[in-house]
T-cell receptor, first 115, second 111 residues
Framework: DAGITQSPRHKVTETGTPVTLRCHQTENHRYMYWYRQDPGHGLRLIHYSYGVKDTDKGEVSDGYSVSRSKTEDFLLTLESATSSQTSVYFC??????????????FGSGTRLTVV | KQEVTQIPAALSVPEGENLVLNCSFTDSAIYNLQWFRQDPGKGLTSLLLIQSSQREQTSGRLNASLDKSSGRSTLYIAASQPGDSATYLCAVPHSNYQLIWGAGTKLIIKP
């Protein structure tokens, strides 16, 4: 795709364990976002980043943390996974330079199952 | 507060028909509007991005229009094909370019 990859693609984990999902981009975009998608809820923003070490919470941030130590990587950590965090997780990137807005590009998603 | 609505929620049409999907927004002060498609079990693919200064964008059989004054965007699909079956989503950005999403239109094209 347009230089954004998510890993792993699928993961099954046990309740109570920490889990880290990775989003890697090669576009040098400042803005990165983590979403979850569940039936009946659409896409909900978890956390986002507007630069290295600059992050903020979205609408469903409880139980999640993020880190961005370099432009290309945005990590999402489930501190202690619960069954309610079973979901499909999408990463997205965008950039704005002057008046030019590049639009969103999404990764292929990570399907996480917490058992 | 910006709200984005998509009508209809679902649409089923025979192959070959031209069709229009609608997206409305409550705050006309938008930077741009983006249309996506999502196939079942897959990720989101960007279809068209319309900047606020533009009135329409075209890509192949797809044409998206934007009318900020009326708070509407339409996605026109010409000569629909079974491969067009998917959920179509529109979204507008707000602070820090976070997207406000419509709930989507699920499109089924019958062979």
């Amino acid at each position: 795709d347009a230089g954004i990859t998510q890993s792993p693609r699928h993961k099954v984990t046990e309740t109570g364990t920490p889990v880290t999902l990775r989003c890697h981009q090669t576009e040098n975009h400042r803005y990165m976002y983590w979403y979850r998608q569940d039936p009946g809820h659409g896409l909900r923003l978890i956390h986002y980043s507007y630069g290295v070490k600059d992050t903020d919470k979205g609408e469903v941030s409880d139980g999640y943390s993020v880190s961005r130590s370099k432009t290309e990587d945005f990590l999402l950590t489930l501190e202690s996974a619960t069954s309610s965090q079973t979901s499909v997780y999408f990463c997205a990137i965008t950039e704005v330079i002057g008046a030019n807005y590049y639009g969103y590009t999404f990764g292929s998603g990570t399907r996480l199952t917490v058992v | 507060k910006q709200e984005v609505t998509q009508i209809p929620a679902a649409l089923s049409v025979p192959e070959g028909e031209n069709l229009v999907l609608n997206c409305s927004f409550t705050d006309s002060a938008i930077y741009n509007l983006q249309w996506f498609r999502q196939d079942p079990g897959k990720g989101l693919t960007s279809l068209l991005l319309i900047q606020s200064s533009q009135r329409e964008q075209t890509s192949g059989r797809l044409n998206a229009s934007l009318d900020k004054s009326s708070g509407r965007s339409t996605l026109y699909i010409a000569a629909s094909q079974p491969g067009d079956s998917a959920t179509y989503l529109c979204a507008v950005p707000h602070s820090n370019y976070q997207l406000i999403w419509g709930a989507g239109t699920k499109l089924i094209i019958k062979p």
